[in-house]
């Protein structure tokens, strides 16, 4: 059995609302609402959910990029939810992160030879020639010569800058690498090319993955589990083939019924299955979310699935 790596337990954020003369507070918003998730080494792991649903939050919570209103981050079996926050503790060290917009993590103002060294600057003790190296074996892997170390952002296109993005992720060698959207912005080749090259690493440097996105295909083809969240909680957990293909939960199932298919011949047949999938999110509510429209705490269907419902014994083989 792999290591387990990172567990996060309960983690919350919420974002004050404030009002009225004084400028008090009069309520929150739930970004993220009492989540757990747990890594090991080598594994890839989903995050899915639609615009708003507080996904990108999770990711930006481990790594230390937004405050935790509550909850618990462990590595390796020690909290370290304030060391997530220091910039050059161990736990940043071993946790990196791609963003979806690589261009704006990178100065404008900087030669790609600068911004690949900056990781090995502020952990490492190499020299200049040392970190030379570092940066053109780290481009190498992901398609670019040693000619790109001279370049400036702007001189290459979205998706030779996602896969300098990708390598300046990996030039500490990290346990866990958070993708946020890292493809979403490409066209379908590039997505490809970038997909295959976070495999390759992966397979090499038997690095983790938290791949966010919100195209269920690109998550189904790249990761092992997947979490499902809506409204600042996870819906369903589990198994990746459990997920695709025994959904439980009636969000999972309107977000798989999204999917675009390739079958003219299929048409009908799935605007049928949407259009009772949107009927049943509508009329049977109560089974899926509280009179408050909080999504309920997650229950073990089994080893390899969990599913937030209100009653368990609703469950049926194949999906609700």
Same mark, same amino acid.
């Given at each position: ?12 954020? &919420? ?22 998730? &747990? ?45 997530? *926050? ?5 736990? *940043?060290? /071993? ?28 952990? !490492? /003790? ?16 992901? +398609?670019? !010569? ?7 952002? &702007? ?65 189904? &083809? ?31 199932? *309107? ?9 003219? /011949?299929?048409?009908?047949? /799935?605007? *049928? ?5 949107? !009927?049943?999110?509508?009329?049977? +509510? ?32 194949? +999906?609700?």
């Amino acid at each position: 059995m792999a290591e387990e790596l990172i567990t996060v337990k309960n983690l919350k954020v &919420h974002y004050p609302i404030r009002s009225g003369f004084f400028n008090r507070i009069t309520d929150y918003v739930y970004a993220v609402d009492g989540v757990d998730l &747990h890594f090991e080494e080598g594994k890839t792991y989903g995050l899915v959910g639609e615009s708003g649903s507080g996904k990108s939050t999770i990711g930006k919570a481990i790594i230390g990029l937004e405050k935790i209103t509550d909850g618990q981050i462990f590595y390796k079996g020690e909290e370290v939810s304030k060391q997530a *926050r220091k910039r050059r503790s161990e736990y *940043r060290q /071993n946790v990196q992160m791609i963003f979806q917009d690589a261009m704006s993590s990178f100065n404008p103002k900087r030669r790609i030879i600068d911004i690949m060294s900056e990781p090995l600057r502020n952990f !490492t /003790n190499m020299t200049a020639a040392e970190e030379k190296k570092r940066s053109i074996e780290l481009l190498e892997i992901v +398609g670019l !010569t040693e000619d790109a170390l001279y370049k400036y952002p &702007h001189q290459f296109s979205g998706g030779q800058r996602q896969r300098i993005g990708v390598a300046r992720a990996v030039a500490l060698n990290p346990k866990l690498v958070i993708a946020d959207e890292p493809v979403s912005a490409l066209d379908l080749s590039v997505q490809a090319q970038v997909l295959n090259f976070m495999k390759q690493i992966q397979d090499e440097f038997n690095v983790s993955y938290l791949f966010i996105s919100h195209d269920l295909g690109v998550v189904k &083809h790249m990761c092992d589990e997947i979490a499902i969240m809506y409204r600042g909680r996870f819906t369903e957990y589990g198994d990746s083939d459990e997920i695709y293909h025994n959904p439980q939960h009636i969000y999972t199932r *309107r977000l798989l019924s999204a999917i675009p298919q390739i079958d003219p /011949n299929m048409r009908e047949e /799935n605007k *049928r299955i949407r259009q009772e999938v949107e !009927t049943e999110f509508h009329a049977e +509510g109560a089974q899926f979310f509280s009179p408050e429209g909080r999504v309920y705490d997650l229950q073990s269907l089994n080893d390899n699935h969990k599913v937030a419902l209100n009653d368990m014994s609703i469950i049926q083989e194949g +999906g609700i």
